[in-house]
């Protein structure tokens, strides 16, 4: 039996877990008051915090460290990468403490289960990281050559429940064609071929979403940036976290949306439909990449529990290919059986390089 520490820190919570197997021993979303992290100058200082509060949490679980026989984290922002597993090494805690490629408390990740692999001498790994990037050189291309798209997207997740879709069907990941798409805060959309990810609409480009933005009319973007109402940290911040539902209805919560439109707001239904559609049309965007041949569009994330959301969608793409809907973030049993594998022989882990 494998008993797995998994780690995965957000900007404002620590959520960690025990999986003995496929089993969870225990989940835990440890929430950090605003006060705790303010006195910490950038992210990577909190690594003593993080450090001590997972340590804490095993301790009242009387779940021993050296009990543990693998860990496994959520993957910072390294440089591209490719899916999958890499170990977790002084090169990669060099990279996410001195030149990650941007700041995020999942940097956090890999290098609190570094120190922990010190302290108690087992494997570890990083999986599927947020800048796994297997793009397609024909789908970077964009009208300006100092302006490439980004493979940027919730890959955790998605390469997740594409795998969960091939083994249900008896079939290798690596023969299937899927369209992903995560609905969560921020909204990706992908394409996966030959076991890779060959093409990610991100949640900046894409649909709107209950938090970002998503694409927007060009022109108009530049004029509002140069309006000298917005710097660029407010502007970012208008884009990324007060758009979407947000900016329409004055909430991010779509169980909340929904029930507006019961109690008859017709302008909620208008925007709830209209996500729906965006949505929609982006899968229509990823279909050309493989020629229409697509075995499923797979929906996931926590909107996908919204029934009537899913089922908008699928009857704007299902001629495009069966829609099957797998809800909720999955995260951290991802994390979990992406260890498993590498455990188990089923993948093998890469070796993850500096980059100066």
């Given at each position: 039996?494998?008993?797995?520490?998994?780690i995965?820190?957000?900007s404002?919570?620590?959520?960690?877990?025990?999986?003995e197997?496929?089993?969870?021993?225990?989940?835990?979303?440890?929430?950090?008051?605003?006060?705790?992290?303010?006195?910490?100058?950038a992210?990577?200082?909190?690594?003593?915090?993080?450090?001590?509060?997972i340590?804490?949490?095993?301790?009242?679980?009387?779940?021993?460290?050296?009990?543990?026989?693998?860990?496994?984290?959520?993957?910072?922002?390294?440089?591209?990468?490719e899916?999958?597993?890499?170990?977790?090494?002084?090169?990669?805690?060099?990279?996410?403490?001195?030149?990650?490629?941007?700041?995020?408390?999942?940097?956090?990740?890999?290098i609190?289960?570094?120190?922990?692999?010190q302290?108690?001498?087992v494997?570890?790994?990083?999986?599927?990281?947020?800048?796994v990037?297997?793009?397609?050189?024909?789908?970077?291309?964009?009208?300006?050559?100092?302006?490439?798209?980004?493979?940027?997207?919730?890959?955790?997740?998605?390469?997740?429940?594409?795998?969960?879709?091939?083994?249900?069907?008896?079939?290798?990941?690596?023969?299937?064609?899927?369209?992903?798409?995560?609905?969560?805060?921020?909204?990706?959309?992908?394409?996966?071929?030959?076991?890779?990810?060959?093409?990610?609409?991100?949640?900046?480009?894409?649909?709107?979403?209950?938090?970002?933005?998503?694409?927007?009319?060009?022109?108009?973007?530049?004029?509002?940036?140069?309006?000298?109402?917005y710097?660029?940290?407010?502007?970012?911040?208008l884009?990324?976290?007060?758009?979407?539902?947000?900016?329409?209805?004055g909430?991010?919560?779509?169980?909340?949306?929904?029930?507006?439109?019961?109690?008859?707001?017709?302008?909620?239904?208008?925007?709830?439909?209209?996500?729906?559609?965006?949505?929609?049309?982006?899968?229509?965007?990823?279909?050309?990449?493989?020629?229409?041949?697509?075995?499923?569009?797979?929906?996931?994330?926590?909107?996908?529990?919204?029934?009537?959301?899913?089922?908008?969608?699928?009857?704007?793409?299902?001629?495009?290919?069966?829609?099957?809907?797998?809800?909720?973030?999955?995260?951290?049993?991802?994390?979990?059986?992406?260890?498993?594998?590498?455990?188990?022989?089923?993948?093998?882990?890469?070796?993850?390089?500096?980059?100066?």
């Amino acid at each position: 039996m494998e008993r797995l520490l998994i780690i995965n820190p957000g900007s404002t919570s620590t959520k960690i877990a025990v999986y003995e197997d496929e089993k969870p021993l225990f989940v835990k979303n440890i929430e950090h008051r605003p006060e705790e992290l303010m006195k910490y100058n950038a992210v990577v200082d909190q690594f003593e915090f993080r450090e001590k509060v997972i340590l804490e949490a095993l301790q009242e679980e009387n779940v021993p460290l050296t009990s543990i026989t693998a860990i496994v984290s959520r993957g910072g922002l390294l440089p591209p990468v490719e899916a999958g597993a890499y170990e977790i090494n002084e090169d990669m805690v060099w990279q996410l403490r001195y030149k990650p490629h941007h700041e995020h408390a999942s940097n956090l990740g890999a290098i609190v289960a570094y120190s922990l692999k010190q302290k108690h001498p087992v494997p570890a790994y990083v999986y599927d990281g947020v800048t796994v990037d297997e793009m397609l050189p024909i789908l970077r291309i964009t009208g300006l050559p100092s302006m490439p798209r980004r493979a940027i997207g919730h890959n955790l997740n998605m390469r997740a429940a594409a795998i969960r879709y091939a083994k249900e069907r008896g079939k290798s990941f690596g023969d299937c064609t899927l369209i992903v798409v995560h609905l969560g805060g921020g909204i990706s959309v992908c394409v996966m071929h030959g076991g890779k990810i060959i093409d990610v609409i991100n949640d900046g480009e894409g649909p709107f979403s209950p938090e970002r933005t998503g694409g927007l009319p060009m022109h108009e973007v530049i004029e509002l940036a140069f309006s000298g109402e917005y710097t660029e940290k407010s502007m970012m911040k208008l884009i990324k976290n007060k758009g979407g539902l947000y900016a329409h209805l004055g909430t991010v919560d779509v169980r909340e949306v929904e029930k507006r439109i019961q109690d008859g707001d017709a302008y909620a239904k208008l925007v709830f439909e209209a996500m729906a559609l965006n949505v929609a049309k982006n899968i229509g965007k990823e279909a050309p990449v493989v020629s229409g041949k697509v075995d499923a569009i797979i929906l996931t994330g926590g909107i996908a529990h919204s029934k009537y959301f899913t089922g908008m969608i699928e009857q704007y793409v299902s001629f495009i290919a069966p829609v099957v809907v797998y809800p909720g973030e999955n995260e951290m049993e991802a994390l979990a059986f992406g260890g498993l594998r590498v455990l188990r022989g089923e993948e093998t882990a890469k070796t993850f390089r500096r980059v100066e």
